[in-house]
């Protein structure tokens, strides 16, 4: 798969998130760019901060440093255009939808909040959006608990697409669904991008669908991007300890490796005092750590083409690797 080397389209600049008055970071300075027709995915573990970066960029949770860029141009949470330009899936789109209302209405409301046509072209052109992503006629009149959850999430993308947004953000929008449903999602979704140029950030526990539907790969490890690259080096050849763990955790057919992962996992972001640490949070886990990892946060760096890793330390890319199985979670 390949995307345009343009400029990015949309894009978080060291973006910080800090939740009430707390004074841990569930991100900091994160930076994700997007380019027309380009699917990232993000990746971490439970509680890495994927979902905060994801509302960030969708302009739900105010940064506490950081800029949303817009075409190059700083835009602000509020703005209208980055209401209209970035639009969401979420993994549950039964509970984002009016529990009272047809399906076909949802779909049509963003028209009507833009300000778009008559109330029969909203109709019109919601009923052709729903038939477009696979909802006939009879299914758009049903209300949401009375579909599948593949169908909800069918629906769910006609709604995020009827403005024509450049950017969908998509929070673990297969999570919920039986494995056969999740292709038919996924299959849609790459259509999407290939008819439509969409870039989209592609949130998942799923490694196997990440390398398979992802143009490039960023992993996060306790609020921040420790690695990005492109999908399948990402998933064939990990260069940070962490991303290196995460992928040994894919359970594999390969019983010695599986048995032997190079990098056990154990919390550790914080001291015991709750502080975060002031190095590289993988310090206290990391086989290779020096004294030079805990002075302050490594920054991502270039190790390869289009490859950046944030480590004093990278494991070298000849390292051999268990390739990522299809359908596993981590
Ligand atoms: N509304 C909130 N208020 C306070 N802390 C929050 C809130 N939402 C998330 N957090 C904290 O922010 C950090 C990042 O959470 P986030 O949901 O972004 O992680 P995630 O990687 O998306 O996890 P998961 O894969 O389980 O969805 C976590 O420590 C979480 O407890």
Do not use: W
């Not at 399906?103 to 009507?112: T, Y």
């Not at 300890?241 to 048995?259: G, T």
């Not at 919390?267 to 086989?287: I, K």
């Not at 760096?301 to 299809?326: G, K, L, W, Y």
């Amino acid at each position: 798969m390949t995307a345009e080397r343009s400029a990015p389209v949309f894009e978080l600049r060291d973006g910080s998130v800090r939740y009430g008055t707390g004074s841990v970071e569930a991100v900091s300075q994160v930076s994700v760019q997007l380019h027309r027709g380009e699917i990232l995915g993000l990746v971490g573990e439970s509680g890495c901060g994927k979902s905060t970066t994801a509302r960030a960029m969708l302009g739900l949770v105010p940064l506490s440093g950081g800029t949303l860029l817009l075409h190059g141009e700083p835009v602000r949470r509020h703005d209208r255009r980055l209401r209209r330009s970035v639009q969401a899936i979420f993994q549950n789109p039964a509970a984002s939808f009016n529990p009272k209302r047809s399906l076909l209405d949802s779909v049509a409301e963003p028209l009507r909040v833009h300000g778009h046509g008559t109330p029969a072209e909203r109709r019109r052109r919601a009923l052709a959006e729903l038939d477009r992503v696979g909802i006939t006629e009879q299914l758009a009149h049903r209300r949401p608990r009375e579909v599948s959850g593949g169908q909800c999430q069918r629906a769910a993308i006609a709604r995020a697409t009827i403005l024509r947004p450049e950017i969908l953000v998509c929070d673990e929008p297969v999570s919920a669904l039986d494995v056969s449903i999740q292709a038919q999602i996924l299959e849609l979704l790459a259509e999407l991008r290939a008819e439509q140029g969409l870039a989209m950030l592609f949130i998942s526990h799923d490694l196997g669908v990440v390398a398979s539907l992802c143009d490039r790969t960023a992993v996060m490890y306790a609020g921040r991007v420790v690695e990005q690259g492109g999908a399948l080096d990402i998933a064939h050849d990990p260069r940070h300890p962490y991303s290196v763990m995460l992928q040994d955790s894919v359970p594999s057919l390969d019983l010695a490796a599986a048995r032997a992962p190079r990098v056990q996992p154990t919390p550790g972001a914080e001291d015991v005092d709750g502080r975060q640490l002031a190095g590289c949070r993988f310090a206290t886990l990391c086989p290779s750590v020096t004294t030079a990892c805990t002075t302050s946060p490594p920054p991502l760096r270039q190790i390869a083409p289009r490859h950046e890793v944030a480590c004093v330390h990278p494991f070298p890319s000849t390292t051999p690797r268990v390739a990522a199985q299809p359908s596993n979670t981590v």
